[in-house]
């Protein structure tokens, strides 16, 4: 299927760096579009991934304007975003509290849509408009179709940009604008998807996203050695440091390969390595640091991965695991926000997250001999992978429905 249309797609970081997740979206829907039009909010001097040919990056240059012009010209706009937040809110202190800070990325939001505005007006093409996140880009396509400059967007949730825990203030500045204008809302989990719905705003519009990658083949097996891989940031609540002090604890020989080095601080890799150091002789190590992905994929493809892990208490639903279970490697993980999506009885093990260190050492001990580490096992992991997160599959059927919108 072919839409005959251009599909603006706006993200983060993608394609100068970071949110390397995203390319699989965009490699899968070029093929329904004739022209995907990228746009990240930060600029970066080379895409460090290569695009399909009919993908273009376009990186608006913010000028905020002037503040009291927006602010007198959009007055009603703005008592609309702002009303939302304070009656749908149940902290309306906390809301009230940031209503300074909020209202200036109201403005500077106000003034991208004009930007955003005019560039949609010289393409004459008909549209469709994704936001991968909750973000500036989707209150700007929320300013958009208020203002009926656009027929229909939607936008995608994952973690910060959907649990009231993750935002300092502990609610989500202008969601509940951002839903009065969008026609869906795709959260990457079920457990998203419900937590939503229990909003009681719009619960029609929610709809399961689950996000994808392509059969790059399978991970070759090897029972003569056992190894764990994890794969993240250094920040704090990936929680990696666990996993080496669990490690400690164990006394079967296996060896851990970590990918990811950026962290809450620059000596977050350091720390990680000095602690490593102290792994008792059964427990080899490699720190890979940050690799291109390309490199990661060739490691899954040659390499024998016993297990998957990740300690992480709170996650949206990380790529890196559905990655790992496209190679048909068992994963355990932590049972948190949209990870039981991607790890069940028939991709891994799922722990609470305040699992011990010592219960954990004991389940890694555990699975070396149990029947999730055999060929048989490692086949309906592949199995279920391609059941719900093949990216062929899950973005025909995203892009068949929003272009079903208009």
């Excluded at 080496?244 to 720390?271: C, N, R, T």
Aim: with cysteine; proline share 5%; aromatic share 14%.
């Amino acid at each position: 299927m072919k839409f005959n249309k251009h599909l603006y797609f706006f993200t983060h970081t993608f394609p100068f760096g970071g949110e390397s997740f995203v390319g699989n979206e965009i490699e899968a829907s070029s093929a329904y579009y004739k022209k995907i039009i990228v746009f990240p909010s930060k600029n970066g001097e080379n895409a460090n991934v290569k695009l399909p040919s009919n993908v273009e990056v376009e990186v608006l240059n913010k000028n905020a304007g002037s503040k009291w012009k927006l602010l007198l010209s959009n007055f009603g706009l703005i008592c609309t975003v702002f009303y939302l937040d304070l009656v749908k809110n149940s902290d309306k202190a906390g809301v009230l509290k940031r209503f300074r800070y909020n209202l200036s990325l109201l403005l500077q939001t106000l003034a991208l849509s004009e930007l955003l505005e005019k560039k949609i007006k010289e393409d004459k093409e008909e549209k469709q408009f994704v936001s991968f996140w909750m973000d500036e880009w989707a209150l700007c396509l929320s300013i958009l179709k208020y203002k009926k400059k656009i027929r229909s967007f939607v936008f995608r949730v994952h973690q910060h940009d959907l649990y009231n825990e993750s935002d300092p203030s502990k609610y989500i500045p202008f969601r509940f604008f951002n839903i009065k204008m969008t026609s869906a809302v795709f959260p990457d989990s079920n457990r998203g998807v419900n937590f939503l719905k229990a909003l009681n705003y719009y619960p029609e519009k929610m709809k399961v996203g689950h996000l994808g990658v392509t059969d790059k083949g399978t991970n070759p097996f090897d029972p003569s050695v056992y190894t764990i891989v994890s794969c993240s940031g250094l920040v704090a609540r990936k929680r990696v440091q666990l996993i080496a002090d669990s490690l400690m604890l164990v006394d079967v020989p296996l060896k851990w390969i970590h990918f990811g080095k950026y962290g809450d601080s620059p000596q977050s890799f350091e720390e990680l390595k000095a602690k490593c150091e102290k792994l008792p002789p059964n427990i080899t190590y490699e720190l890979k640091g940050d690799v291109p992905y390309n490199e990661l994929i060739r490691f899954y493809q040659s390499t024998p991965v016993s297990l998957f892990m990740t300690l992480t208490r709170a996650e949206g639903l990380p790529v890196s695991i559905i990655e790992a279970t496209s190679f048909g490697v068992p994963v355990l993980a932590t049972d948190v926000m949209g990870i039981p999506d991607v790890v069940s009885k028939d991709s891994g093990i799922l722990i609470e997250p305040e699992t011990k260190k010592e219960d954990i050492a004991t389940i890694i001990k555990a699975f070396k001999n149990s029947e999730k580490n055999t060929p048989g096992y490692r086949k309906k992991v592949k199995e279920f992978w391609s059941k719900s997160f093949n990216s062929e599959t899950n973005y025909f059927n995203f892009n068949t429905y929003i272009n079903s919108l208009n």
